[in-house]
């Protein structure tokens, strides 16, 4: 099973949009573990959303999906709602 994932910074007031198969770890790497890439700059993400998919392909075709400018217009106005 793969989990396409929205994160949120409230702090910074942005979003993250992932795919992964271990949602914990993924999770602890935004946050705690992980050394370097963008979700560093903007801890603490919370997790604002998930949709799970049985294959790889159909995760990352969402993932590329909500990665759109029409994607984020819908997470902002139907996950975050700010």
Do not use: C
């Not at 992932?18 to 999770?27: A, C, E, N, P, V």
């Not at 801890?43 to 759109?68: I, M, S």
């Amino acid at each position: 099973m793969y989990i396409v994932y929205v994160l949120h910074s409230e702090k910074w007031d942005k979003i993250y949009v992932g795919f992964t198969s271990d949602i914990k770890s993924r999770l602890l790497s935004h946050n705690e573990l992980g050394t370097k890439g963008w979700t560093m700059k903007f801890r603490p993400w919370t997790l604002v959303h998930t949709e799970e998919f049985e294959t790889k392909t159909e995760a990352l075709k969402r993932e590329k999906q909500l990665k759109t400018a029409s994607g984020r217009d819908w997470i902002w106005s139907n996950v975050i709602k700010r």
